[in-house]
């Protein structure tokens, strides 16, 4: 399952479009986040100079087209794609990534995909060049340009066996909610407080709950609607503005005993599932007779194949089945992990054997350094092969390396590491597809018998 996030890059307040480029890109090439450069990779441009090369193709759009725009100008598009974690393996990722953005731009623009594995879940950064290839026009975010990448991103999922979001939301987060904890109460929210303290005392009238808010410091003004203000406040509110729940009328039905209060934030009542569509929740909104036939045959199928799975791998109880689903959740990280080992090692192997040719091809300059008492002079002369020749050194110190290994050792230690790694991948997978399979088999068989899972075995599987 992948979540994308389109985003274009303009000037900004006090930064040139060089500066912003180079910000932009520089952030998402950060070799903390992608394991000192290894998940980057370039579409018609370097990723080394691909800043460079955005701003190249910007001038001579300019010098051929004639246009020129002012701060609103999009010099690029920066697409985040997120992953649920586990799911993928970042090669896996940068490769999709590099699929999304040539379909959706048609191979049309120079792009960079860098992949970043610092977070709990791998997620990619995508920046392509507004300006196209041949520099005679400009990407254009069109109307519904995000669902349209959801959709293609959801496409390659499925292609490549991964989960897709099957209700997406299509609104962020308000302010307050991503806020979360860290949100300030307002001032209904402590009227609103204020109210579940008094109710809390069981005053015997509506009168008597005000005084007991007087009482605690609140000023009261009556008028068609009553109104309070607190301690500090400046303006009285309304009750009718606290929602349904804190009304004049509610609360005089709670305080007789007809009805219970349901202080405010507090969890609503769980709504009943019928099967694995929730028919009567589509009905509710609308939905058609034609609708539920067609649910209630899904439905059906659905758990058909779900009892069919169930008889095929011999799943006799729900406790068999909880503990299936655990052990190939188990199965599946431990491979996630191990196969993340075993790229660790193959790159600690290519990098040891860079240091290895640089070590061998500069020992005879750092030999003639060392005999010439670290002379100031030689060094300016071989600066190079002497920075070389030490980073080598350090590096064997880092690795542990006490014993130089042959090329030939390393080659074969790469391809054995790389034997195993694909053979992980191979189980990777196929633990992938049990897990789900699983997954999918314990979710409907809680749907369907809601409270007690247990009951469908004793009545379905003999």
Not at 97 to 115: D, K, N, S
Not at 210 to 235: C, D, F, M, Y
Not at 240 to 266: F, M, Q, W
Request: hydrophobic share 35%.
């Amino acid at each position: 399952m992948a979540t994308t996030n389109l985003m274009p890059l303009h000037v900004g307040k006090g930064r040139t479009a060089n500066r912003a480029v180079r910000e932009i890109i520089g952030y998402v090439e950060n070799p903390e986040k992608t394991e000192n450069g290894q998940y980057i990779t370039g579409f018609e441009c370097d990723p080394i100079t691909a800043g460079a090369e955005f701003m190249l193709a910007k001038r001579e759009y300019i010098e051929l087209t004639g246009r020129v725009r002012g701060k609103d100008d999009v010099i690029a598009y920066h697409l985040r794609q997120s992953f649920v974690p586990g799911e993928i393996t970042p090669e896996e990722a940068n490769r999709i990534g590099q699929e999304l953005a040539r379909r959706f731009t048609h191979g049309g623009h120079a792009f960079i995909v860098a992949t970043h594995t610092d977070k709990h879940h791998i997620h990619n950064h995508i920046i392509w060049n507004s300006v196209a290839l041949d520099c005679s026009r400009k990407f254009r975010n069109f109307w519904g340009s995000s669902k349209a990448l959801r959709r293609l991103s959801d496409t390659l999922c499925i292609e490549n066996g991964l989960s897709v979001v099957e209700n997406p939301n299509p609104h962020g987060k308000r302010y307050d909610q991503w806020l979360g904890d860290r949100k300030q109460p307002t001032q209904r929210d402590a009227l609103r407080s204020a109210i579940d303290t008094a109710l809390s005392k069981s005053p015997k009238t509506f009168d008597a709950l005000i005084q007991l808010l007087q009482n605690a410091g609140w000023e009261v003004k009556r008028s068609k609607v009553l109104s309070l203000r607190g301690p500090g406040q400046k303006r009285f509110k309304r009750l009718d503005t606290l929602g349904d729940d804190y009304s004049e009328e509610n609360l005089c039905a709670v305080i007789s005993g007809d009805k219970k209060h349901r202080p405010h934030g507090s969890p609503a009542q769980s709504k009943p599932v019928n099967l694995l569509i929730d028919i009567q929740e589509k009905l509710r909104q609308g939905k058609g007779a034609g609708y539920e036939r067609w649910a209630k045959v899904f439905n059906l199928k659905q758990m058909a194949q779900t009892m069919n799975y169930l008889t095929e791998h011999n799943i006799q109880s729900y406790e068999e089945l909880n503990r299936r689903t655990e052990d190939a959740l188990q199965r599946y990280h431990e491979l996630a992990d191990q196969i993340k080992e075993h790229e660790k090692r193959l790159n600690e192997i290519k990098e040891l054997r860079t240091h290895i040719f640089n070590y061998l091809k500069t020992r005879d300059v750092y030999v003639a350094y060392r005999k010439n008492g670290y002379s100031k002079k030689f060094l300016a002369e071989h600066e190079q092969e002497i920075l070389l020749h030490k980073a080598a050194k350090k590096a064997f110190d880092v690795l542990g390396v006490k014993k130089l290994p042959t090329v030939r050792q390393l080659q074969e230690e790469s391809q054995s590491v790389l034997d195993e790694k694909k053979g992980m991948i191979r189980a990777y997978q196929n633990i992938r597809v049990m897990m789900r399979e699983l997954l999918t088999a314990k979710k409907n068989v809680e749907v369907l018998t809601a409270e007690q899972p247990k009951k469908l075995f004793t009545t379905e599987i003999r």
